[in-house]
């Protein structure tokens, strides 16, 4: 049997959840519902609020395009969330809607845009950023949501990570070697075990603008401590290119893709 159940829609509601509750579907829920969907009466819907896990509801019309929705029995209880804190320079507003749901099914936990040298994007819209990541999520069969935060100067936000978290730095500077074994060597060395250790580290991606980091920013990142250097390959990749690569090789080697022992 399936993990998910992708044959119900999916909402995202800040709502507390429990057996009973009943909640009224604003404008664009019920017109999603019952009149895109088509869904009528007693068909269900899956909700979450990233706290208290999956729940079945019920749909229960009340008036031609008006609707409640009744919650009768959690389906997911909540899971933790990992610990991937994805940092990157904003891009333009298409490929940052891109990046931004990317790094939410890649399994970010927490989402900072930080302003480079080279940054090309717009003002970081923080509203924009929180809804992708929970269209994201709805679509996903994701439970919990990312921390957003707002713009900051990479030396910030560099200087803010705790020191136990390993950054994951990819520089197209960086020698091109086996990104596994790279991974698994500085994963190793922060969790204090052997290279075939699989203790959990918290984890940071850096990701640089399109026209790529200047020599000062690779020596603010560099010089930090618990800082691994990552090349993605010979050949020289999209900013959104990158982080979809780098998220997925990051979790298969270090996060939460591995299998479990």
């Given amino acids: 049997m399936a993990a998910y159940d992708f044959n119900a829609p999916r909402l995202f509601l800040d709502i507390p959840m429990r057996e009973g509750v009943r909640h009224s579907l604003d404008r664009a829920q ?55 804190h994805y940092l990157f320079a904003p891009l333009k507003a298409a490929r940052l809607d891109y990046v931004a749901q990317k790094a939410v099914e890649m ?19 923080l509203d924009k950023l929180h809804a992708n990541a ?27 990570l705790a020191p136990e978290r390993l950054l994951v730095f990819c520089d197209e500077d960086a020698p091109v070697a086996d990104p596994v074994a790279a991974l698994t060597q500085a994963g190793a060395a922060a969790a204090g075990t052997g290279v075939s250790g699989r203790r959990t580290v918290p984890l940071a991606v850096v990701i640089g603008p399109e026209g790529g980091f200047t020599p000062e920013e690779r020596a603010v990142i560099g010089g930090r401590a618990n800082t691994v250097r990552l090349s993605l390959g010979p050949r020289i990749l999209r900013a959104d290119t990158a982080a979809v690569a780098v998220l997925a090789l990051v979790q298969a080697v270090l996060g939460d893709g591995r299998s479990a022992i």
């Fill in 134 to 160: 929970i269209e994201a999520a709805e679509q996903c069969g994701i439970l919990s949501l990312p921390e957003i935060r707002d713009a900051t100067p990479l030396a910030e936000a560099v200087a803010a």
């Fill in 107 to 125: 399994g970010a936990s927490l989402i900072q845009p930080v302003v480079t040298r080279r940054t090309q994007g717009d003002r970081i819209k």
């Fill in 30 to 84: 019920a017109n999603y519902l019952l009149s895109v969907l088509r869904k009528d009466t007693g068909e269900p819907v899956l909700v979450f609020n990233g706290r208290d896990g999956e729940w079945r509801a019920e749909i229960e019309p009340t008036g031609r395009k008006a609707a409640d929705l009744v919650l009768r029995a959690q389906t997911r209880p909540q899971t933790s969330a990992g610990d991937l």
